[in-house]
């Protein structure tokens, strides 16, 4: 599965859009980009995955590059409980896959009344 | 619904004790299950994964070792702890049937080690 690279930190005022960035320039054309948040001390979640086309679900939205090197996620009214880890993941859909995921470091997004 | 379900909640165990953490999948069959591992401060670790039953992978060599004795059973053990397995273990679990579809967590168990 191909590296992504996202910053380590970022804040948010509540109420306000968060975009979270998340570079994956080495990415093959059957990855998928997974994304996850992970609040403190309970175990990851979902938030949405997405191929080339844009994705909006009730929690998010994810924007990818044309030429799929990088994407955004975007919460689009930030609040309080937003605050956790969020992770970008890049994932092989092809046969013989085993659905595992391999998290790197996140962003931990803080989110400031 | 599918939920999954992982105990104990929270052990404190002296090295050299054994483990056994449990895991256990409802409202699905033939699942994928996965093993994590997060240490204090650092981010998730994939520690094992079995995609059958008696079918157990290994990520990284280590003192803990995996079962699957049933489809929706998912065990995690050691004979003898040491201290650099404390940490969060989370299990996770994902449809077996598509190669698309996320990863599930149970809400994970938090091991002290003394």
């Known amino acids: 599965d191909a590296k992504t690279t996202q910053p380590p930190s970022m804040d948010c005022a509540e109420g306000r859009a968060a975009n979270l960035p998340c570079n994956h320039s080495t990415i093959s054309g059957n990855e998928y980009v997974y994304w996850y948040r992970q609040i403190h001390s309970q175990g990851p979640q979902y938030i949405i995955h997405?191929?080339?086309n844009n994705e909006t679900n009730e929690m998010a939205s994810l924007i990818i590059t044309e030429d799929r090197k990088s994407s955004t996620l975007i919460l689009p009214h930030a609040t309080l409980r937003d605050t956790a880890v969020y992770y970008c993941i890049v994932r092989f859909h092809g046969s013989g896959n085993t659905g595992k995921l391999i998290f790197g470091q996140g962003t931990t997004l803080q989110v400031k009344p | 619904s599918q939920t999954i379900h992982q105990w104990p909640a929270t052990l404190v165990q002296p090295v050299g004790s054994p483990l056994s953490l449990e895991c256990t999948v409802e409202g699905t069959s033939n699942p994928n299950l996965y093993w994590y591992r997060q240490a204090a401060g650092r981010g998730l670790q994939l520690l094992f994964y079995?995609?059958?039953?008696?079918?157990i992978s290994s990520e990284v060599p280590q003192n803990l070792s995996a079962s699957r004795p049933q489809d929706r059973q998912f065990i995690l053990s050691s004979k003898k702890l040491l201290l650099s397995d404390s940490g969060f273990y989370l299990c996770?679990?994902?449809?077996?049937?598509?190669?698309?579809?996320?990863?599930?967590f149970g809400e994970g168990s938090r091991l002290t080690v003394l």
């Open positions: 997405g191929l080339k």
């Open positions: 079995s995609v059958g039953i008696g079918q």
């Open positions: 996770a679990w994902k449809s077996g049937r598509v190669n698309t579809g996320e990863l599930f």
